[in-house]
């Protein structure tokens, strides 16, 4: 599904990804774990496509994304979704407009938006909060739009990057009780970053140890 | 008493409309022109969307030469532009071309500002959804920054009408041309105190409505 090849990354001289080759099977529930500091959030960003590797190739489905530009490169991180920590949601606009953001940008019909979105809200269980303004939820529930926006798309890879870390340990469950429904029921594919060994192993059949921006190991988990 | 009220209101009339004319003509060009420099100064930032740093610069520059520049000097010097334009250099139309290129780099200033409050995390996101720079600025950044905008508006908005008055002491019509032809050079203080005062209430009236509108925008989030 997705591959680096030796991918290299640095800030003003500061090497902050050394040489990273990785294998992401297709639909499997991929977890990246690290102390702060690793090199995470820079990593998501680089397979994202958000940033260019220095050297190194990224390829999705064997083909290399990472030379992409303008409009392939747009046309390529729209088939991408991402939910965050703080999950950045825009609130200047309520529950349903966030959901029809990505609909909205590929310019797709006023039509075919509305039944998307009351789809998706229904499969993350918000149907009742359509027309709330975002700053009136729970973070569980901002959570829960943030991965519905993020499911618009109908995206094949889904990156969480520590989805769960601004939650209380019930919500962290239920959120990932969520992705796991969402990986099985959707087929895709979930790249899930950590710093909790507990929220990869309630999750993940993949774990990669990521110390000081190289990875030092790579574990099949068992797990449904 | 009644009746000089009552005269001085109908002498106060003509110029108020002249005013409101000549502030909201300068508002809107303001804008017109200041919000799209300012959406270029905060992209082209060094930690924009779209870095350049010699663009930014030169913009920069401009703006703050623009905003430093005694306003009485730059009306004078743009009285050749506002014939261009407007087909005469003094009244209230003509007037406004002054008022506009002072206020919108005031403008830009604004709006630069208050995109630059808005959580980069939030544009990561937008942008790692395959939004177009374009998209991020019409669909996120604008929206975003909407409540700090109408307070930016507002204040400039209200520094118009203090220039305003002051174009008129030189040709520009309105409340400040009636309030010095009258009030200063005729000794007719009520018709100044009637200027002055219907100056300030609607500097009142424009800074209730902007943080009205504002806050009601802020409410509903
Ligand atoms: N845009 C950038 N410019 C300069 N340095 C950066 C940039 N992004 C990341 N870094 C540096 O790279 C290193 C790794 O950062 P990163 O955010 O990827 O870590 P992380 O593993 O996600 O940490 P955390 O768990 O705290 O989120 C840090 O030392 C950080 O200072
Ligand atoms: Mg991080």
Redesign the interface.
Known sequence: MLSLKDIKKSYCGNQVIRGISLEVPQNSFYGIIGRSGAGKSTLVRLMSLLERPDSGEILFDGERADVLKSKALLAKRRSLGMVFQQFNLFSSRNVFDNVAYPLEIIGAKKESIAPRVRELLAWVDLSEKETSPVSRLSGGQKQRVAIARALANNPSLLFCDEPTSALDPQTTVSILELLKKIRKEMGLTVIMISHQMEVISATCNFVAELEQGAIVSVKELKHA | MLDTVSAVFAMLLTPLCETILMVAGTTFFSILLGLPLGVVLNLTDPVGLKPRRMLNNVLSRVVNLLRSFPFLILMILVFPLSRLIVGESTGTKATIVPLAIAASPFVARVIESALKEI?P??L?????????TW?IVY??MI??A?PSIVAGITLTVINIIGYSAMAGAIGGGGLGDLAIRYGYHRFRTDVMIGAVLVIVVLVEAVQLLGSWISDRMIK??
């Open positions: 959580d995390q939030v990561l996101a937008a942008r790692v959804m395959g939004s177009s998209q669909k996120v929206p975003e909407m509903k989030r």
